[in-house]
Every structure is written in C-alpha cells, then in structure tokens.
C-alpha cells in the first residue's frame, strides 16, 4: 500500500518562502513520477510540477520560475520550493505517486496573506 504524507504547509505573508515535503512509502520510489498538485476553495485541482527521474520537470505555467520540484530517491522524498508566494498561490497542496495506479497524500493547507 501507497503512504504519502506531505508536510511543510502553513500561514506565509507575500513574497515569503516554504518548501513542502512528500514522505513516500512505496518500494523502488524511483519509478513513481511524483507531483505537486493544488485545489484552491471553489476550483479544481490542478497541476504544479510533475518530476520523473532522470528528465526535466514539468511545471504549470502558473508557477514557472517560482516554484521548484526536486526529489531525493534515496529518502523517497519529493520537494516543493516556492518562493515569492502570491495570495493566488493559496490552497490545499497534494502530492501524487503515479506508476500504472495514481495515489495521492492528505494534502497540506498553504496560505499566502498578509
């Protein structure tokens, strides 16, 4: 069974910094394509930035130049650095573990105000 357990999410003021982190316990975490998604109140949830190892990550549009992905296969971890965060950037953040079946953490509530 897939377990990922996010962290890192919290009450930021514009242009402030967090970096999230996603725990994954699943066996050759390697070969999962991991992301970062978000649902702001009243959206869809979205995609931030999708990492596979080995090849460029993929960001939305959205955050390109802000926000970065990283993982460190040796701790089945994946990152989310963002900085120069925007009210716009508010939401619940979910990582995902994608290998034939998706799965997904708890999410991590991130709000940006002043």
């Known amino acids: 069974q897939v377990q990922l357990v996010e962290s890192g999410g919290g009450l930021v003021q514009p242009g402030g910094s967090l970096r999230l982190s996603c725990a994954a316990s699943v066996s050759m975490f390697s070969l999962y394509v991991m992301g970062w998604y978000r649902q702001a109140q009243g959206k869809q949830r979205e995609l931030v930035a999708r990492i596979s190892t080995g090849i460029k990550p993929i960001y939305s549009d959205s955050v390109k130049d802000q926000f970065t992905i990283s993982r460190d296969n040796a701790k089945n971890t994946v990152y989310l650095q963002m900085n120069d965060l925007k009210p716009g950037d508010t939401a619940v953040y979910y990582c995902?573990?994608?290998?034939?079946?998706?799965?997904w953490g708890q999410g991590t509530q991130v709000t940006v105000s002043s």
């Open positions: 995902s573990a994608a290998l034939g079946a998706n799965y």
